[in-house]
């Protein structure tokens, strides 16, 4: 399966349109959302044109492609308005033999890690930091954010494909991977 990930949107309109050439460019099975799609949030400063009514109008359009994790800025008013379910705390994938509890983080993430085994990965966003870390019993995987990176990253996504995941700038340009065991 290749799965385009994304994480942290938070209403930007511009960044969301480009997520979505990104996508087309791409043609990914599924797009994976990581939460905090819509609402900016009290810590963050409004994105480049944060415009939440847009971004519900373009990703309604896609909803059969989307997969969507519940963040900590969403709320049961989000789902009112987007066409695809955006409240489960998690969803568990496989790849290449490897289970993916994916998350926003804000609930489970390294200091409170769910129940894993040895070779699992816990993918999430919320930090908005892009970042790959092998840990003795599992990997930790974040995509970084779509609209308000932090510590110098860039706007981004991550692609997975034949169990390698790829870090990638909004222009399309890998800048990490990672292959799974």
């Known amino acids: 399966m290749k799965l385009m990930i994304a994480s942290d949107i938070h209403g930007s309109a511009y960044y969301?349109?480009?997520?979505l050439e990104a996508w087309k460019k791409e043609q990914p099975d599924k797009l994976l959302l990581l939460g905090d799609i819509l609402y900016h949030?009290?810590?963050?400063?409004?994105?480049?044109?944060?415009?939440?009514?847009?971004v519900i109008a373009m990703l309604n359009e896609i909803k059969d492609e989307i997969l969507c994790?519940?963040?900590?800025?969403?709320?049961?008013?989000?789902?009112?308005?987007?066409?695809?379910?955006?409240?489960?705390?998690y969803c568990i994938l496989y790849e290449e033999g490897h289970m993916i509890f994916?998350?926003?983080?804000?609930?489970?993430?390294?200091?409170?890690?769910?129940?894993?085994?040895?070779?699992?990965?816990?993918?999430?966003?919320?930090t908005h930091i892009p970042k790959c870390t092998e840990h003795e019993t599992y990997t930790y995987i974040n995509p970084g954010s779509v609209s308000i990176?932090?510590?110098?990253?860039?706007?981004g996504y991550m692609?997975?494909?034949?169990?390698t995941f790829s870090w990638k700038n909004l222009d399309g340009e890998i800048y990490r991977t990672y292959k799974l065991d």
């Open 16 to 19: 969301c349109e480009k997520l």
């Open 41 to 54: 949030g009290p810590r963050n400063d409004l994105p480049k044109e944060y415009a939440p009514k847009q």
């Open 69 to 89: 994790v519940r963040g900590n800025c969403e709320a049961e008013v989000d789902q009112m308005v987007l066409n695809f379910p955006v409240l489960a705390d």
């Open 102 to 126: 994916a998350t926003h983080g804000h609930v489970h993430n390294e200091k409170n890690v769910p129940p894993l085994k040895k070779g699992d990965i816990l993918l999430h966003g919320h």
């Open 149 to 155: 990176p932090k510590e110098n990253s860039a706007h």
């Open 159 to 163: 692609m997975m494909e034949n169990g």
